[in-house]
C-alpha cells in the first residue's frame, strides 16, 4: 500500500493551494479518507474527512474555506484551501481508513505567509 499526498508549497496570506493525495495497492473505493494537519509543537489535528459515499465532514477551523473531494477512478482525493492564513500552516497528511486498519502518506508541506 503506498499513499502520496502532493500540492503543497508556499502561498501569500489569502491565497490558494489544491492537495492530492493518491493510493495504489488498495481497493480505494472502499475507504473514507481525511486529511490531517500537525503545525509545529502542535499535535495533529483532523481536518476534513469524505466517506465512501462521497459524504465531507470537516473542522470548524475549515469550514467554509477548504473542499474536500475524491474520484475513484483516480484513486486520488483532494482537498482545495482557500481563503488560507498563517494559521493554516503545517504538514498536510493524508489517511484511508476501512475497517481496522488506517494508511497514512508521508505528508506535504503547507506554507501560508502573512
Known amino acids: 500500500v503506498q499513499v502520496v499526498e502532493s500540492g503543497g508549497g508556499l502561498v501569500q496570506s489569502g491565497g490558494s493551494l489544491r492537495l492530492s493525495c493518491a493510493a495504489s495497492g488498495i481497493a480505494f473505493s472502499m475507504h473514507s479518507v481525511s486529511w490531517y494537519r500537525q503545525a509545529p509543537e502542535n499535535q495533529r489535528e483532523w481536518v476534513a474527512t469524505?466517506?465512501?459515499?462521497?459524504?465531507?465532514n470537516y473542522a470548524d477551523s475549515v469550514l467554509g474555506r477548504f473542499t474536500i473531494s475524491r474520484d475513484n477512478g483516480r484513486r486520488s482525493v483532494f482537498l482545495q484551501m482557500d481563503s488560507l492564513t498563517p494559521e493554516d500552516t503545517a504538514v498536510y497528511y493524508c489517511k484511508l481508513h476501512w475497517q481496522n486498519n488506517d494508511y497514512w502518506g508521508q505528508g506535504t508541506q503547507v506554507t501560508v505567509s502573512s
Open positions: 469524505i466517506g465512501t459515499n462521497w459524504l465531507a
